[in-house]
T-cell receptor, first 117, second 115 residues
Framework: AQKITQTQPGMFVQEKEAVTLDCTYD???????LFWYKQPSSGEMIFLIY??????QNATEGRYSLNFQKARKSANLVISASQLGDSAMYFC??????????????FGKGTHLIIQP | NAGVTQTPKFQVLKTGQSMTLQCAQD?????MSWYRQDPGMGLRLIHY???????DQGEVPNGYNVSRSTTEDFPLRLLSAAPSQTSVYFC??????????????FGPGTRLLVL
């Protein structure tokens, strides 16, 4: 079974609209972290936001927020007031705390977001 | 700080050739790792290291070797390149420790084409 599922291969959104990128995860660990990364066409991986499994508040970083629903095992990324520069691939990832997190990040397959003017 | 650096940026190999992808970080991070990214896939972990002299396998280790002689450097070796190793390779580093929220810093990536 996939540990990270991103069900939207691609999305087209009008500039200035809010965007929700879906992510569901699967783990039996109680302690884990969820991450979102942005990969523009230039190829680098840019860290956006982090949510810990024990965090009671949803994480926010500027225009990015994470809608964390633990019981449903979902960690959707919300981008408010989208901009043309938000066009990129977006990856959801998880790190489980077992073995000190040594197993690294498990990534979803990504969502290609295109912002239209 | 330069962060995580990778060389080369691009490389073309013939099947059977060997090469080493270089990765260095100047943040004194104990944990370093290598990922590969294939079209339509997220990143997958190849090998990782929790400190100098300590390495272990990730999800897709076959065909790759690593070593960690210093904290700063974590080279990835392809002993006999195959077309299936055509990919984009990312090196990453972070502080070690059990907190799952430690930020992981990625290098800019190496694009490898094996003919």
């Amino acid at each position: 079974a996939q540990k990270i599922t991103q069900t939207q291969p691609g999305m087209f959104v009008q500039e200035k609209e809010a965007v929700t990128l879906d992510c569901t995860y699967d783990t039996s660990d109680q302690s884990y972290g969820l991450f979102w990364y942005k990969q523009p066409s230039s190829g680098e991986m840019i860290f956006l936001i982090y949510q810990g499994s024990y965090d009671e508040q949803n994480a926010t970083e500027g225009r990015y927020s994470l809608n964390f629903q633990k019981a449903r095992k979902s960690a959707n990324l919300v981008i408010s007031a989208s901009q043309l520069g938000d066009s990129a691939m977006y990856f959801c990832a998880m790190r489980e705390a077992r073995r000190g997190g040594a197993d690294g990040l498990t990534f979803g397959k990504g969502t290609h977001l295109i912002i239209q003017p | 700080n330069a962060g995580v650096t990778q060389t080369p940026k691009f490389q073309v190999l013939k099947t059977g050739q060997s090469m080493t992808l270089q990765c260095a970080q100047d943040m004194n991070h104990e944990y370093m790792s290598w990922y590969r990214q294939d079209p339509g896939m997220g990143l997958r972990l190849i090998h990782y290291s929790v400190g100098a002299g300590i390495t272990d396998q990730g999800e897709v280790p076959n065909g790759y070797n690593v070593s960690r002689s210093t904290t700063e450097d974590f080279p990835l070796r392809l002993l006999s390149a195959a077309p299936s190793q055509t990919s984009v390779y990312f090196c990453a580093s972070r502080l070690a420790g059990g907190h799952p929220g430690e930020t992981q810093y990625f290098g800019p990536g190496t694009r490898l084409l094996v003919l």
